[in-house]
């Protein structure tokens, strides 16, 4: 199962990297923060999977769930003019080192 993911995140950013597509300047800071969250979601899916927690319905959803807070976050912060993107950055960045040192801690 750890193969065919790390196959695919491969492939995935080989697709990506090679892709003609570009991302508008505006939308930048959106897909930054939810990559992010997207990132912090699969490290914590790791983490459940080591532990023998993993729910594939929960990962889902917290990916979905993330992402969509993550981007409401920082598009409310700029129609405040408050850059609430920060506090997702620093919220989504904790877990994201949480769960590596989870992870770290059981291969240790």
Not at 22 to 28: E, L, Q, V
Not at 39 to 52: E, P, Q, R, T, V
Not at 83 to 92: E, Q, T
């Amino acid at each position: 199962m750890i193969v065919v993911a790390v196959v695919c995140a491969v492939v995935g950013v080989a697709l990506g990297l090679l892709s003609p597509v570009t991302i508008p300047i505006t939308y930048a800071r959106y897909t930054a923060v939810a990559l992010l969250a997207g990132l912090d979601s699969i490290f914590g899916a790791f983490k459940a999977y080591i532990a023998g927690t993993f729910e594939p319905r929960v990962f889902l959803s917290g990916v979905v769930t993330n992402m969509a807070l993550a981007g409401g976050l920082t598009y409310v912060g700029d129609k405040l003019g408050v850059d609430l993107s920060i506090a997702a950055i620093v919220a989504f960045g904790v877990r994201i080192f949480n769960n590596l040192a989870s992870i770290r801690r059981h291969y240790l």
